[in-house]
């Protein structure tokens, strides 16, 4: 089966075209904010200007005709609306042309998916990290279900958020961590874990005033990955201790982080868990891992009809998932 799969929940605008083995072919336009974060109506401007051609692009690289696509699919959310509209047209109008089925995938439930197919992992506890998200996850009884998550923030915006203030742009994350290589004090700032849980934003703005009381720039990044990866990994380990899963899936743009998957694969190696983490242009938001998921959607007997409505806060439990065991 072939199956064409568009992302935009934000600010990657991105097409993929998988077969059941691999992909075939994969585009992206991601939108630059012209100063601070992502303004939702210049993303969404943005996404509108460039998705025909994408489209178009993914299709001729796939080298295939429009025709020999099966499978039409978009991200339903959550993310922001007025992106999340722009892709759902443009995935309505191509299922109405192509006459081909339509399935609106969980933008959370691709990341998983995708990893799983990437890594090889079965049934992972997976870390879920990027710019609005950061949840720690685990497959029962049909739902991927949520046993730690951010009570604010999700970690990559507030990395951004503080990169931001050090005049840098948009993702900030990358270049925190180039700084922190040269970091080399390791700088107090508040540990939040509550139960399952974890907070970014008091850690952001403690490196913000840490700043300000003239600490090193390299000092603070370097603890802010320090004191942020550590809760991660600490609520990981424990999902892991609790659930007695043996696998260990990392996704999600703040994945791509060299620190973060070192300190993961440290705390794996103690406990013989087997940590994967899907190729660099699978961990961001990607179309080919919407494309994946709606082809395990589909054959499970999910299929959307043209008319069905975006939901920003689409929840990743909200999800049945009817094509796992
Ligand atoms: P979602 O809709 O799932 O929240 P997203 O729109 O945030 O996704 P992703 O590509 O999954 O998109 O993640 C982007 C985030 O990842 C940005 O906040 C960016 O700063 C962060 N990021 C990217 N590379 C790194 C890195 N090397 N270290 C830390 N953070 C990173
Ligand atoms: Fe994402």
Redesign the pocket.
């Given at each position: 089966m072939i199956s064409l799969g568009i992302e935009g929940?934000?600010?990657?605008l991105s097409v993929g075209i998988v077969n059941d083995q691999k992909i075939l072919s994969h585009q992206q336009h991601p939108y630059q904010p012209s100063d601070g974060g992502?303004h939702p109506r210049e993303a969404s401007q943005h996404h509108s200007d460039k998705i025909a051609k994408i489209i178009k692009k993914t299709v001729s690289n796939a080298n295939i005709q429009p025709q020999q696509i099966d499978l039409i699919s978009f991200?339903l959310g959550?993310?922001m609306g007025p992106c999340l509209r722009v892709i759902a047209t443009a995935a309505r109008a191509l299922t109405l042309t192509l006459e081909k089925p339509l399935v609106g995938v969980n933008?959370?439930i691709a990341?998983i998916e995708s990893g799983k197919w990437s890594t090889g992992l079965d049934d992972p506890i997976i870390l879920?990290?990027?710019?609005?998200?950061s949840q720690v996850l685990g497959y029962k009884s049909k739902r991927y279900r949520v046993f730690g998550e951010t009570l604010d923030i999700?970690?990559?915006?507030?990395?951004?958020k503080f990169?931001r203030k050090l005049n840098l742009n948009?993702?900030?994350?990358?270049?925190?961590?180039k700084l922190a290589k040269k970091g080399e004090k390791l700088i107090e700032l508040p540990y939040s874990v509550k139960g399952m849980d974890f907070s970014f934003s008091g850690l952001v703005t403690a490196a913000e005033k840490k700043l300000q009381r003239g600490e090193k720039k390299e000092d603070i990044c370097y603890s802010l990955?320090e004191y942020s990866f550590s809760m991660l990994t600490e609520v990981a380990e424990r999902a892991l201790a609790h659930s007695g899963k043996k696998e260990l899936l990392l996704?999600?743009?703040?994945?791509?982080?060299?620190?973060?998957k070192q300190m993961l694969k440290e705390m794996s190696l103690e406990y013989q868990i087997k940590f994967g983490y899907p190729k660099k242009e699978l961990?961001?938001?990607?179309g080919a891992m919407i494309a994946h998921t709606a082809i395990k959607m589909y054959e499970s007997g999910i299929e959307h009809s043209p008319g069905i409505e975006v939901k920003t806060d689409y929840r990743t439990d909200e999800v049945e998932v009817k094509w796992r065991e």
């Open positions: 929940t934000a600010w990657n992502i991200s959550p993310g933008h959370c990341h879920y990290v990027s710019g609005a998200n999700g970690l990559g915006n507030a990395l951004d990169a948009h993702p900030g994350g990358p270049k925190i961590e990955q996704c999600g743009g703040v994945g791509k982080n060299q620190r973060l961990m961001g938001d990607n």
